[in-house]
């Protein structure tokens, strides 16, 4: 079993920055891919960004040159630098872990990005 966790989200201006962070517990060394989704208020959950256990990173074409996915795999630990955010990034962020061939989840966290 995997646990995710996230954290970081809030209140941000337009253009402005966030730093999303995720940390998993549990068997960890069987994490391969990690990644990030969102998912805006009557919108189904989509695909951010993802990071594979080699540090191949994958990235939506509406967030590529903004956003930063990176993971410490020492410290279990995933983050999503989002830089120049605008108010359609507003949604609920989820980290993921794909271990022992299914998905694990966080809850979320929220950011609005409003002016």
């Known amino acids: 079993q995997v646990q995710m966790v996230e954290s970081g989200g809030g209140l941000v201006q337009p253009g402005g920055s966030l730093r999303l962070a995720c940390t998993a517990s549990?068997?960890?060394?069987?994490?391969?891919?990690m990644g990030w989704y969102r998912q805006a208020p009557g919108n189904e959950r989509q695909f951010v960004a993802t990071?594979?256990?080699?540090?191949?990173?994958n990235y939506a074409d509406s967030v590529k040159g903004r956003f930063t996915v990176s993971r410490d795999r020492a410290k279990n630990t995933l983050t999503l630098q989002m830089n120049g955010l605008k108010p359609e990034d507003t949604a609920v962020y989820y980290c993921?872990?794909?271990?022992?061939?299914?998905?694990?989840w966080g809850k979320g966290t929220l950011v609005t990005v409003s002016p």
């Open positions: 990071i594979s256990s080699a540090g191949n990173t």
């Open positions: 993921n872990a794909g271990a022992y061939g299914r998905i694990y």
């Open positions: 549990g068997t960890t060394s069987a994490i391969d891919i």
